[in-house]
């Protein structure tokens, strides 16, 4: 999946975000508050109202390509009733008031396949049976052909946070270790499947060794004193560790020097965040959307210069949506890649930077930026 531009509004929240260009790599700026994190979290929410989630008093426009080049616009819009949470479907209340769906559209390669209102759904012109009001219609009709895909790619959407990642032992029930091993013995399928990456990450170091070697060698560049990873269950007495945990895979790293190895929950976060950002790109599946908030955190420099190298260079059919403040990303990442963002009350719009002549003169182009008041102060001028 590639997601084209998306133009989306909250009602309950009283914001919305003007039609916003996306390409493989968006570097969203500008300054604090604007609503970077937002347009992140309407993307992770359209993901869930694919999913059959219902949220209240969402509007929204996207378009976006499969991996087959199948070119989707997807339209809809919630009742609002107000800011309240309506994912807990075991609250049988939650279930009879969630809001439901005014309208809704779906078109594939220019030709509308779904249009739907309050009354009716109709599916290629004709009328369907009855279906639920309060989940979309690419939830609903997922396994037909035409909408299948569409569905199928809003699964590829993730958003990565990796800032606490060192001390959340992933659980791979012991009993099961050997059925994912043998049902995950290529790269193909590790790619494809739906484990945490952390998972992936200890099956290619199983099935895969050449990748997994790869990946490793791809950290020690960036961290010289390094010489060894393995994800395996830790092989000395740990008093910390619960029972359970004792024959469980971690990840655990050895140093130039130091015969113990570093398990996992003592990896520094920037170290263990970027071998997590590494793993991603070699071990996701193609067609994956990564959206990464405020990329910088937990990165020392100089696993933000290598991983923005890293997701610059990639040859794979996925995409990043990042925000960042941190000069050297900004700087490293190509000026026509960035979207400023600036906030008027409650409307969120994206820039290109040509708007403001950024990249027209000899100037640095993130000198232009900085300097400019719509990135000091994050309203339109």
Excluded at 47 to 56: E, L, P
Excluded at 231 to 255: A, G, N, R, W
Aim: proline share 3%; charged share 30%; glycine share 4%.
């Amino acid at each position: 999946m590639k997601i084209l531009n998306l133009t989306y509004e909250d009602k309950a929240l009283k914001w919305s975000l003007e039609k916003a260009n996306f390409d493989k790599l968006t570097l969203l700026v500008g300054a604090s508050g604007v609503g970077k994190t937002q347009i992140l979290n309407s993307i992770m929410k359209l993901k869930a109202i694919a999913d059959g989630k219902s949220i209240s008093g969402i509007k929204w426009n996207i378009e976006f390509i499969t991996l087959e080049n199948e070119l989707y616009n997807w339209s809809g819009e919630f009742e609002n009733k107000g800011d309240e949470d309506f994912s807990d479907d075991d609250d049988d209340d939650v279930k009879r008031n969630k809001p439901s769906v005014l309208s809704e559209t779906l078109s594939l390669d220019g030709k509308l396949i779904i249009e739907r209102n309050s009354e009716a759904i109709l599916f290629n012109n004709v009328k369907t049976v009855k279906l639920p009001n309060q989940q979309s219609i690419i939830y609903l009709l997922k396994e037909e052909e035409l909408i299948k895909p569409s569905f199928e790619s809003f699964g590829k959407i993730l958003f990565s946070d990796q800032t606490d990642s060192t001390r959340e032992a992933y659980r791979i029930k012991f009993s099961d270790t050997k059925k994912l091993l043998s049902s995950n013995n290529t790269l193909d399928k590790i790619q494809e499947s739906k484990e945490d990456i952390r998972i992936k990450l200890y099956l290619t170091y199983k099935n895969v060794p050449k990748i997994f070697e790869t990946i490793k060698q791809r950290y020690i560049d960036i961290f010289p004193q390094v010489e060894d990873i393995k994800v395996e269950p830790i092989d000395y007495e740990d008093d910390d560790l619960p029972f359970f945990f004792k024959e469980y895979p971690f990840i655990q790293i050895k140093e130039i020097g130091v015969d113990k190895w570093i398990k996992q929950s003592n990896i520094s976060s920037g170290m263990f965040r970027s071998l997590i950002h590494i793993s991603e790109i070699y071990l996701c599946s193609e067609g994956s959307v990564f959206l990464i908030d405020e990329f910088e955190n937990s990165l020392g420099i100089n696993c933000i210069n290598e991983l923005t190298n890293d997701i610059l260079s990639s040859k794979r059919q996925i995409q990043f949506i990042i925000t960042s403040h941190h000069p050297y990303i900004i700087n490293n990442v190509d000026y026509t890649k960035w979207k400023l963002v600036t906030r008027t009350k409650g409307i969120v719009k994206t820039h290109s930077p040509e708007e403001y002549n950024i990249g027209k003169s000899k100037h640095d182009a993130f000198m232009q930026l900085i300097q400019l008041e719509q990135y000091q102060t994050g309203l339109e001028i």
